[in-house]
């Protein structure tokens, strides 16, 4: 099982609103991703957690705030956003980021479709 | 800086033709080569390849990887429709605060015709 789960699927929100998106595995994976992909482009890395301590965070503005609160559940809250983070927000997930290289593969979840308006 | 090159951008074939997509990478330390394909929203893993000349293959799918050269490739034979999707390759780099990181390609947008 390669399962990661995103909610929700879609989200329209305005600019003042505060919301979050939710990533969860269950795989025993202890790194997780965070990655923003606009259309007809890769995916970007935003941020990437390690057995629940943020190690990357590819200077993305304070306005996206990450949380993992333990092992299986990553979350991205979101305030003030700009349309121009209209995107899908992919999560994914490996089982250790500095193990060996067949644990390094990671794992996407269908993403959240988000609309700032 | 990483970088990942794929060529061609898009590809529109027919159903049973051969495709090749190519991938090439400049990163500073090199730890693996990955091949996603991603439908309409979730990029799903096909390959990851670490080792100079061993192919790697699954169905009608396979992949090799040139450190030398530094490049890798990916062979679709015997196209179908279910194969139109993006191909996305991706370096994983080794070392210091870059573990984890993955630069992605461009993509190559395939389309398969009935």
């Known amino acids: 099982d390669t399962e990661v789960t995103q909610t929700p699927k879609h989200l329209v929100m305005g600019m003042t609103n505060k919301k979050s998106l939710k990533c969860e595995q269950h795989m025993g994976h202890r790194a997780m991703y965070w990655y923003k992909q606009k259309a007809k482009k890769p995916p970007e890395l935003m941020f990437v957690?390690?057995?629940?301590?943020?190690?990357i965070n590819e200077s993305v503005p304070s306005r996206f705030s990450p949380e993992c609160p333990n092992s299986s559940l990553l979350n991205l809250h979101l305030h003030a956003l700009q349309p121009e983070d209209s995107a899908l927000y992919l999560c994914?997930?490996?089982?250790?980021?500095?193990?060996?290289?067949?644990?390094?593969?990671?794992?996407f979840g269908a993403g959240t479709r988000l609309s700032v308006l | 800086e990483d970088k990942v090159v794929q060529s061609p951008l898009s590809l529109v074939v027919h159903e049973g033709d051969t495709v090749t997509l190519n991938c090439s990478y400049e990163?500073?330390?090199?730890?693996?080569l990955l091949w996603y394909k991603q439908e309409k929203k979730a990029p799903t893993f096909l390959f990851m390849l670490t080792s100079s000349g061993i192919e790697k293959k699954s169905g009608r799918l396979s992949s090799i990887l040139d450190k030398k050269e530094l490049f890798s490739i990916l062979n679709i034979t015997a196209t179908q429709t279910g194969d139109s999707a993006i191909y996305l390759c991706a370096v994983s780099p080794a070392g210091g605060t870059s573990y984890g990181k993955l630069t992605f390609g461009q993509g190559t947008i395939l389309t398969v015709h009935p």
């Open positions: 957690y390690s057995y629940e301590k943020l190690s």
């Open positions: 990163v500073t330390n090199f730890r693996s």
């Open positions: 994914a997930s490996s089982q250790d980021e500095l193990a060996i290289l067949a644990k390094n593969i990671q794992y």
